[in-house]
């Protein structure tokens, strides 16, 4: 069992996001009373004191290595699965192809469950747990469904999942063996959302839905305070980020904040790409049509099955990391999110998920239009394994019968 030593912790408040309303820090929220997602703060000049490089360098390569900034006030609530960094490495077949200088992934197929969705549902499930929550209930497209049950059965906590019907089977499966009460619903994922919001005021359940608690984000920005040290205190030129609920994007802009403010980083900021599917992509039509908030996508459809949100209830805060950043959305068809997982499996013998296969596609357009350079250094995020999705038929395997003829081979 991993012990986790205790450490100072710096939680001031919360405050909503649109209003700026303070709000109580170590009781129970959901949304805020503006019906807007709440943020965490933290006393930073606390955190300055107590927080050096050089102390993180001697700490465990794990995600707890950034107590500071994290919102779990005692140790004995950290409920773990071993939450390891994730590598960057590069892909330099795929960066000659497309005649750049270098291309950089952050693969996060490698945490518990299989998906970043750990990062986001480890805080959220210590601090339900901190806070005396006893059932969760949350809607899923998958991977956050399976982070969370399994995270709450370690806690020992109830946790209720509801998905969409078609929702891939090993997503489905692997729900239900790790503990948690699963339903299909005739619907999406904002239709299975408004059961939990309805559930929950008959049953007592927690409401875990993406952003309707105020913590995913706060596990989700440590793949920013990570990246950062990755590369040297040096942020990328650009990060293309598959864009469903977009928890992680507003995470890592609020991380980029929060080094600044310690002094760990200086201003430069990358440029966001908010990447979706053309069959479901609210974010890059308001990004283009210049709105701070996005409508409902009708008839939400594509392969990438974890960015299919029809509807975000942190658009505001997406959109505005991108134009700030100097991004923009970037939608791509389900044809090119084949062609880029099948493409640098072979080229470079990474195999992304869907959604990591979408950015690399949005990479390629990105340097098309000119919205990137070839010399940028550009920062893929692979959110999942891609072992949990249906692979291509490859015709290239060949079977081999008992009379082997070796010289053939």
């Known amino acids: 069992m991993t012990h986790f030593p205790e450490r100072s912790t710096f939680v001031t408040h ?171 619903v005739n619907g999406l994922i904002d239709q299975c959302g408004a059961i939990v919001g309805e559930g929950a005021k008959v049953n007592g359940w927690f409401d875990l839905s993406t952003l309707k608690e105020p913590y995913r984000i706060e596990g989700k920005k440590t793949m920013g305070l990570e990246l950062a040290e990755q590369l040297g205190w040096e942020l990328p030129d650009a990060i293309f980020y598959p864009t469903g609920g977009g928890t992680g994007l507003i995470g890592m802009w609020k991380a980029f904040d929060e080094l600044e403010a310690l002094g760990f980083i200086g201003s430069k900021r990358p440029k966001m790409f908010a990447v979706q599917a053309e ?44 134009r700030a950043s100097g991004g923009r959305g970037i939608a791509v068809s389900d044809d090119a999110i084949a062609e880029a997982v099948v493409r640098v499996g072979r080229e470079d013998g990474v195999l992304l998920c869907p959604e990591g296969g979408a950015t690399l596609a949005a990479y390629e ?28 038929d490859h015709s290239g395997v060949i079977d081999l019968n008992a009379a082997i003829d070796y010289s053939a081979l």
Request: proline letters at 5%.
């Open 279 to 322: 069959g479901c992509a609210p974010i890059v039509r308001a990004f283009e049509q210049g709105e701070r908030h996005a409508e409902r996508w009708e008839d939400a459809h594509t392969i990438a099955s974890g960015i299919r949100v029809p509807k975000a209830v942190g658009d505001f805060l997406i959109l505005d990391a991108v």
């Open 14 to 184: 919360l405050e909503c996001s649109i209003t700026g309303e303070r709000y109580d820090a170590d009781r129970v929220h959901g949304l805020s009373k503006a019906g807007r997602p709440l943020l965490v703060r933290y006393d930073l000049d606390g955190v300055r004191g107590a927080l050096t490089k050089e102390a993180l360098r001697d700490r465990p390569r794990d995600l707890w290595r950034w107590r500071e900034l994290l919102p779990v006030r005692r140790a004995e609530n950290i409920v773990s699965l071993g939450e390891q960094e994730t590598p960057i490495f590069d892909l330099p077949a795929t960066a000659k192809r497309l005649g750049a200088a270098t291309l950089l992934v952050k693969d996060e197929g490698r945490l518990p469950t299989g998906s970043f969705k750990a990062r986001g549902l480890v805080m959220a499930i210590s601090m339900a747990k901190e806070l005396g929550i006893r059932t969760i209930a949350m809607p899923t497209n998958g991977n956050a469904g399976a982070a969370a049950a399994a995270y709450a059965t370690r806690a020992g906590m109830e946790s209720v999942i509801f998905c969409p019907d078609d929702t891939p089977e090993i997503n489905v499966r692997e729900i239900a063996a790790q503990g948690a009460r699963v339903y299909r």
């Open 365 to 392: 357009k990105a340097l098309a239009d000119g919205d990137v350079g070839p010399g940028d250094r550009a920062l893929l995020f692979n959110c999942a394994t891609g072992l949990k999705y249906p692979l291509a």
